[in-house]
């Protein structure tokens, strides 16, 4: 399809695992974010890419956390030894360029369960 | 920093009654104002937007206008559908170099009933 395409949409590991998650925005689109939404919470901004580079990584939580993007398109965020804390829905949305006064285009997300 | 504040949900209406779901905001600078939705199984997408003070963004029979002197960006419809039942959530931009980052509010939860 042409929107925003994440997987996988459910996920439940055990605490102390791996897991990877991946975004492939809509093409084109240069800029990429990460947002987490936990229950009964807004969204949380997690790390924000152009093209390959992140110029703004501060919203991960801890190191346990980081993301890559390659070829300017998909991305993936990993994170390490999960903890219950890190239970929430991973939103991953794209835009043409960076600037704001456009919107954001966001997937349906990645539901993560850590028991 | 930039934080976002909307009336807490649940939300229910009848169908045709007048919706408002109120939402104020903390900024430096100048950020642009969105509207939100988030219909039951979709991604989040964009209701409406305003860019600068006294704007009224407008979609879909809803409307919002950025308030400076209130700091505020309240949402508001007429005459609700039960197809308008979603989570909505209200978001500024940051300013200068950093207007690629939203903040967003904790969303409210609206239900119409026929």
């Known amino acids: 399809g042409a929107g925003v395409s994440q997987s996988p949409s459910n996920k439940v590991t055990e605490k102390g695992k791996d897991v990877e998650l991946r975004c492939d925005p809509i093409?084109?689109?240069?800029?990429l974010y990460w947002y987490r939404q936990s229950l009964g919470q807004g969204l949380e901004f997690l790390i924000y890419?152009?093209?390959?580079?992140?110029?703004?990584k501060s919203g991960l939580p801890s190191d346990r956390f980081s993301a890559e993007r390659t070829g300017g398109s998909v991305s993936t965020l990993t994170i390490q030894r999960t903890q219950q804390e890190d239970s929430a829905v991973y939103l991953c949305?794209?835009?043409?360029?960076?600037?704001?006064?456009?919107?954001?285009?966001f997937g349906e997300g990645s539901r993560l369960t850590v028991l | 920093g930039n934080s976002v504040t909307q009336m807490e949900g649940p939300v229910t209406l009848s169908e045709e009654a007048f919706l408002t779901i109120n939402c104020t905001y903390t900024?430096?600078?100048?950020?642009?104002l969105f509207w939100y939705v988030q219909y039951p199984g979709e991604g989040l997408q964009l209701l409406l937007k305003?860019?600068?003070?006294?704007d009224k963004g407008s979609n879909k029979g809803f409307e919002a206008t950025y308030r400076k002197e209130t700091t505020s960006f309240h949402l508001e419809k007429g005459s609700v559908q039960v197809s308008d039942s979603a989570v909505y959530f209200c978001a500024l931009s940051g300013s200068g170099g950093s207007n690629y980052k939203l903040t967003f509010g904790k969303g409210t939860l609206l239900t119409v009933n026929p």
């Open positions: 093409s084109g689109h240069t800029a």
């Open positions: 890419f152009q093209g390959n580079s992140a110029p703004d």
């Open positions: 305003a860019t600068k003070a006294d």
């Open positions: 949305a794209s835009s043409p360029d960076g600037t704001n006064t456009g919107e954001l285009f």
């Open positions: 900024a430096t600078g100048y950020p642009s």
